[in-house]
C-alpha cells in the first residue's frame, strides 16, 4: 500500500518497509506516511544542517518527488561533467575553481544563509546519493565520480570561512586529525618550518620571510602515518619522522579529501551491491539510464536571450554563407553546409541538424525559406516546385509553424550523438565521433592546431569524451589572452550553437577592447 499511495503522489522514497534501496551496508531508512519525522530523519536533517560541506555518511531519509530526483541529479551532474571536462583539458584546480564557482552559486549553493539554506543543503545531500546510483555500475563509472566529486569537495571546502572549516572538520571527529602538542612543535621547530616555508610562500603567496615565521607560529600540526598523505611525501611538502607525517593544518585538505574519497569509494562498491532492488521500481531505471548514458547535460533555451541574438538582423539568407558568419560554425556546422554547397541537398537528419542550429543562431523562418530554397535549386538539380511540395513544410514546421505547432530547439551535443551514425551520402552526426582520426587530423590541421593540440583532440576523441574534444578545438583555435571573464569563459561546450555564440562574443568583445585602446592612445 505504501508504494502504491508513493506512485499516487508521484512521491519517491529512497527505502521503505517492503521496498528497501540500502545505499550502505546494514543501513535502512524508512519514509513517514503522514508527514511526521522519523528519528532517522531528524538525526539525517540535523547532520545536513549542522556544516556547510558534508562526507554524506548517513543515507537518505524520507520522501522526494520523482520532478526532485531528476532535477537535484541533473543539477549535480552539470557540476561534475563540468569538472570532468576541466580535468580532461589539464585545468589545474585554481583554474577549476574559477570556472567551478559561478555554476555552483547557480544550481548547487549551500554556503546561503538565506531561509532556503536548508532546502539547499538537502539538495546537495540528496542529488550526491542519487548519482551514486547511476555512477556506481562499473569501474569506470566509479573511478570518474570520485574524482570529480572529490575535486568538487576541496573546492567547496577552499570556499568556506576559516570559521566554516574549523566547524566542519571538528564534525567529523576524524581519529587522524590529531594535533601535537606544542612542546613536540617546539622541538621538531627547524625542520618543520624548512618544509613549511616554500609551500606557504607559492601557495598562499607569502614571501616575506617575517609573514612566514608568523604564520608558522600560528600554525598547528598534525602527526599521522606517512601513508595517509603519501602524495605530499611524494612532493616533499611534509616533514617525516620515524614513520610519521607532520602536516601544517592549512594542509589538512589533502588528508579530508583522501578520507572522502575512499569513503566514496566504498559505499559505491557497497551501493552496487544493492543496486539490483531497483529493478523493483520501474520509474527509477530509465531516469537512472538517462542520467549515466554518457552524454553531455546541457540547456539552451534560445529565448533566454543568451543565444540567438539577432538584434541587428546580421543574420540572414545570403549572410550564413559568408566566411565572416561561417568562420564561427562548429566543425559539425561547417561539414553541413560543405554537403550542403556540394549536393545542393541534405538527407533528413542533416536537414534537421543544420536547420535547428540555424534558426538557433537567429535566422528567421522566412530566411530560413529563402537559404534552402536557393541552396537546394541552385544549379537546376531541383526545381522550386518540388522545393515546395518535398521541402517547405518540413522547414515551416522546424519554426512551429506547421503541424502540432511545436517550437523545437537547436540539437545539442546529446541529441546529435542519440541520433543514428551517418551512412554513406550523409553529413549529419558528431565529427569527434562519427570521423577517422586521419580525416579529423587533416581537418584540424587546416585550423592550423599544432600536432600536440591535434593528439589531444584525438585522445579525447579515444575516450568517448566527444564534448570536452570539442571545447579543446575551440580553446586551440580562441585567443583568451584577455581579462574579461566572459571572454576567459571556458565551460564545457556540449552545444554547436554555444560554441558559435561564444565565438562570435569573442570577437565582439576583442574589438571593442581593441577600440578602446585605440580611444586611449
Not at 60 to 84: N, V
Not at 204 to 231: G, T
Not at 282 to 306: C, E, K, M, W
Not at 325 to 344: A, F, Q
Request: proline residues 4%.
Amino acid at each position: 500500500m505504501r508504494r502504491l499511495a508513493a506512485r499516487r503522489n508521484n512521491d519517491l522514497s529512497f527505502d521503505d518497509s517492503n521496498t528497501s534501496i540500502k545505499l550502505e551496508n546494514g543501513s535502512s531508512a524508512s519514509f513517514s506516511i503522514n508527514g511526521a519525522l522519523s528519528s532517522d530523519e531528524q538525526k539525517l536533517y540535523q547532520n545536513i544542517n549542522k556544516t556547510k560541506l558534508s562526507f554524506y555518511d548517513l543515507p537518505p531519509q524520507g520522501e522526494i518527488t520523482l520532478e526532485e530526483f531528476e532535477k537535484w541529479a541533473i543539477d549535480r551532474l552539470k557540476i561534475l561533467q563540468e569538472i570532468q571536462s576541466c580535468i580532461s583539458r589539464n585545468k589545474q584546480i585554481k583554474e577549476i575553481a574559477t570556472i567551478i564557482k559561478p555554476q555552483l552559486q547557480k544550481l548547487l549553493p549551500t554556503t546561503s544563509a538565506t531561509p532556503d539554506a536548508f532546502l539547499e543543503r538537502k539538495k546537495d545531500y540528496y542529488s550526491h546519493y542519487i548519482l551514486r546510483l547511476c555512477f556506481c555500475r562499473t569501474k569506470e563509472l566509479r573511478e570518474s565520480f570520485v574524482r570529480s566529486e572529490t575535486l568538487l569537495f576541496k573546492i567547496r571546502f577552499n570556499m568556506l570561512t576559516t570559521t566554516d572549516q574549523t566547524k566542519f572538520v571538528q564534525s567529523l571527529n576524524l581519529p587522524l586529525l590529531q594535533f601535537i602538542s606544542d612542546e613536540e612543535k617546539a622541538q621538531l621547530g627547524p625542520q618543520l618550518y624548512q618544509t613549511a616555508s616554500p609551500i606557504l610562500q607559492f601557495q598562499l603567496n607569502l614571501n616575506d620571510e617575517q609573514q612566514r615565521k608568523a604564520f608558522f607560529a600560528r600554525e598547528r600540526y598534525i602527526k599521522l602515518p606517512f601513508e595517509n598523505v603519501i602524495e605530499l611525501v611524494g612532493n616533499r611538502q611534509v616533514f617525516i619522522k620515524d614513520g610519521f607525517a607532520y602536516l601544517a593544518q592549512f594542509q589538512q585538505l589533502n588528508l579530508l579529501a583522501s578520507e572522502f574519497s575512499n569513503n566514496i569509494s566504498e559505499s559505491l562498491i557497497k551501493t552496487f551491491q544493492y543496486i539490483p532492488r531497483l529493478n523493483e521500481d520501474d520509474r527509477l531505471l530509465p531516469i537512472l539510464t538517462h542520467l549515466s548514458s554518457g552524454y553531455a547535460v546541457t540547456d539552451f533555451d534560445q529565448n533566454d536571450g543568451q543565444y540567438g541574438d539577432n538584434s541587428d538582423n546580421e543574420i540572414n539568407a545570403e549572410s550564413v554563407w559568408s566566411p565572416d558568419i561561417m568562420k564561427h560554425y562548429p566543425l559539425s556546422v561547417k561539414y553541413l553546409m560543405e554537403g550542403l554547397k556540394r549536393n545542393h541537398h541534405l538527407r533528413y537528419n542533416g536537414r534537421q541538424q543544420l536547420s535547428l542550429f540555424l534558426k538557433g543562431i537567429g535566422l528567421s523562418a522566412d530566411e530560413s525559406l529563402k537559404f534552402f530554397a536557393k541552396a537546394f535549386t541552385e544549379g537546376g538539380n531541383m526545381t522550386m516546385e518540388k522545393f515546395n511540395k518535398e521541402y517547405r513544410y518540413n522547414f515551416r514546421h522546424n519554426y512551429g509553424l506547421e503541424g502540432n505547432r511545436i517550437n523545437y530547439k537547436p540539437w545539442d551535443c546529446r541529441t546529435i550523438l542519440s541520433k543514428p551514425r551517418p551512412g554513406r551520402g550523409d553529413y549529419h552526426g558528431c565529427p569527434f565521433r562519427d570521423w577517422s582520426h586521419e580525416k579529423l587530423t587533416s581537418e584540424l590541421q587546416k585550423m592550423n592546431m599544432t600536432p600536440s593540440q591535434i593528439s589531444s583532440v584525438l585522445d579525447s576523441c579515444t575516450k568517448g569524451e566527444y564534448t570536452t574534444a570539442n571545447t579543446k578545438v575551440f580553446e586551440f583555435t580562441h585567443d583568451f589572452n584577455g581579462s574579461d571573464p566572459d571572454i576567459n569563459d571556458q565551460t564545457l561546450i556540449a552545444h554547436p550553437n554555444l560554441y558559435f555564440e561564444r565565438s562570435r562574443q569573442l570577437e565582439k568583445k576583442k574589438k571593442e577592447v581593441e577600440a578602446k585602446i585605440k580611444g586611449t592612445m
